[in-house]
Each structure stands twice: as C-alpha cells, then as structure tokens.
C-alpha cells in the first residue's frame, strides 16, 4: 500500500515540516506540525465504470466467455483467489482506492455481500468487455455502460437507506468517478469482428464511439458526479493477442490499430475540453493518458525491471484471455514479475502498479485530490 500517493503526501507533508518549522522560528512559538495521509483531502468514495481493466468480477455471474474467476487468474492476489479481477493480482481501481487512502480493494457492485462501509466508500461497476459502442457489450453478453448506470442509481439508493440524503450527496460529492472503456469496440468489434468493419472506416468508427462518450459523461453529470477522471485509450495494437492477430512473424505492434486508439485519444480529448466548458455540468472532468506510459513499459520495459513485454504469462501468452486462459490446459509462466501482460490482453499487476502511479503523478493534482 505505498503507492505514489503516499510517497508524494510524505513529501508534501516534509513541505509542511519545513514551512511550519520557518513560521515557528519567525514566531518563536514552537506548535508541533501534524503529519501522515489524515492531513491529505479526503476522498469520500471511488466510483467506477468500464471494461475489464476496472472490473473486479462484476462477470462472474453472466453467461459469458469474458471471465477471470478462475486459475490462474488471481494466482497473486491474498489467497491467491480469482475473484473475476483480469490479472494475477490487483487491478487499477484497487491501487486508485488504495492511493487515495479510501480502502484496499474496490468490489465489484455485482455478486459479493457488502458491508454498509463498503457500499458508502464505492464499488465499480465496470464489465470486462464492455464499451462505447451499444453494440460491444451485445455481442459478448456483458454489462452495457448504460447497465451500469441503471445499477449505479439503484446502488445511491441503496446509499439513502444506510445514510440517509444528506451524507449521500456528501458522499457523491466527494467521489472520485472514473471511466474506462473503448479497448473492446477497438480491438473486438471493429478489429476482430465483421459487423462494424463493414459498414465504417477508422475515423467514423471513432465518431460513434464518441458519440457514446458524451451521452455517457452527460448521464453521469445528470446524476451529481462533481469529479470524473476519464480514462484514454492504451496503444491496443502492442497488447500480444493484437501483435498476433495483426502484427506478421514478428508480432510488431500493428501501427494502424496504434492510430485508430490515437485518433480516439485526440478526438476524445477535444470532447472532453469542450464539455469541460460547462463548468456548472462539469467542474472537474479530466483527461487521464494512459497511452504514452503503457507504450513506454512496451518499449522500454527493462527500465522498470521488466525482459518480456509482448508475451503474457498465462499459456503461450501470445492469444489466451478469459476462458482461453485457464490453469487447467494452462501453464502459466516461471517469473510473473519479469511481465508486462499477464494474459495476451491485461497487464499484470506490477505493470498496473507502475500505471496507476503514472496517473497519481500526472493527473490528481488536476482531480483536486
Ligand atoms: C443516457 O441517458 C439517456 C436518457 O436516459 C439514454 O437514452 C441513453 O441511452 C443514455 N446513454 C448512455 C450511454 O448511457
């Protein structure tokens, strides 16, 4: 549970260290400087939505390939469980959660027993395979983000009943919302499957998963989100199934599935400057780049300890995600550690720890956590 986060509070609280032993001697007063993450803001909830990068087993009871509640998914986590999390351990929302000292894991909304404190500090209610285009979620049986929604307003609800209406806005107040979604409609459904691909280029694919964004972010302003942290698109065209669907003998990155999540990136960030414009809808929505950090642990892994960077650890690591990556026909490989990905897919836990610490360095601030 050190994180970026705590490192960075240490060092603002060294700051405060030094200016209050400065006021101290001008004032020749000596008061002691309180200290530690209780002086940092307070986060009162993270609430999330999006794919399988912040699903932590809302999948598990759907009738769907797109699982990771088995071997050896979890293989890392405490008791080495799969609990539907897409990794060999934590994944980004537990690490946000973790970060801004709310809890350690964030659980998913579907299929687990909340306690009332877990309800009141958030859950994510993100599906793995999900996305921006209605169509995407349709085709693998997972949870539309437009579910999602309906599931949110049913859990604030819930929210009423265990703190009544006023510590309920207090509480979504002081969320932090995060989205994450777009990687399947790029590499699934426009990429791997014909129903798209047929009918759109690049660039118009692109408008209509916008298209989606912005009806989503106006249906999670409609329903008091104050902060939103919006999450862009990875260069999916280095993840290894892509290399291997797309990438010749080599498994390269495939640069035009690179651009077509560059051209999103762009596109959605304009969208986003210009929703952020209506400061009464949207006074903190920010943009959070996840491209550059996750191309540079692709190119240049051995800076963060990493030899192999195309390859996932489970199987082959070159095609098997969800239920093609199963313990039981399986092998997984010998140093987890050594992996960017963990399945052809997602990364590992290190990987998203290096991820998320990017994200608390580059873009809390803007947050205003
Ligand atoms: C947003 O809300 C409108 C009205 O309820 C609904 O028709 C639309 O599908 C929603 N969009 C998304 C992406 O959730």
Redesign the pocket.
């Known amino acids: 549970m050190h994180t970026s986060m705590t490192r960075r509070t240490a060092t603002a609280c060294q700051w405060r260290v030094v200016a209050a032993a400065v006021v101290a001697a001008l004032a020749m007063a000596a008061t002691p400087a309180r200290c530690g993450t209780q002086g940092a803001k307070k986060v009162s909830a993270v609430i999330v939505f999006g794919d399988s990068i912040m699903d932590p087993g809302n999948n598990n009871g759907l009738h769907t390939v797109v699982k990771a509640n088995h071997a050896p998914y979890g293989k890392d986590f405490a008791g080495h469980v799969a609990t539907g999390r897409f990794s060999n351990g934590l994944i980004p929302t537990d690490f946000i959660a973790q970060g801004l000292n709310v809890k350690q894991l964030l659980p998913p909304y579907l299929g687990v027993q909340h306690t009332p404190e877990d309800l009141l500090t958030g859950v994510s209610f993100a599906s793995g395979a999900t996305g921006f285009d209605p169509l995407t979620p349709v085709i693998v049986g997972v949870i539309s983000?437009?579910q999602q929604?309906a599931y949110y307003d049913e859990y604030r609800s819930k929210l009423m009943g265990i703190a009544g209406e006023e510590e309920t806005k207090r509480i979504i107040d002081g969320a932090l919302f995060v989205v994450c979604a777009g990687t399947d409609d790029i590499a699934n459904t426009y990429y791997t499957t014909p129903f798209r691909s047929a009918e759109y280029d690049v660039p118009s694919y692109v408008d209509l998963l916008l298209v989606?964004v912005e009806?989503?972010l106006r249906?999670v302003s409609a329903r008091g989100a104050k902060r939103i942290g919006f999450v862009g698109l990875p260069p999916i065209g280095c993840v290894p199934s892509q290399r291997t669907l797309g990438g010749g003998p080599h498994r390269s990155c495939v640069p035009e599935r690179n651009a077509a999540a560059q051209l999103y990136n762009t596109k959605v960030q304009e969208l986003i400057r210009e929703l952020g414009k209506d400061t009464a809808a949207f006074p903190t929505l920010v943009y959070i780049d996840i491209y550059t950090v996750i191309q540079d642990l692709v190119d240049h892994g051995e800076r963060y300890g990493f030899t192999e960077t195309t390859r996932g650890c489970c199987s082959t690591g070159t095609v098997e995600v969800a239920v093609l990556c199963d313990a039981r026909f399986a092998p997984v490989c010998d140093d987890v550690s050594q992996h960017v990905f963990f399945d052809s897919y997602h990364p590992t836990q290190r990987a998203y720890k290096v991820i998320v610490d990017y994200i608390f360095d580059h873009y809390m601030q803007f947050l205003h956590l």
């Open positions: 983000l437009e929604l989606g009806s989503f249906n």
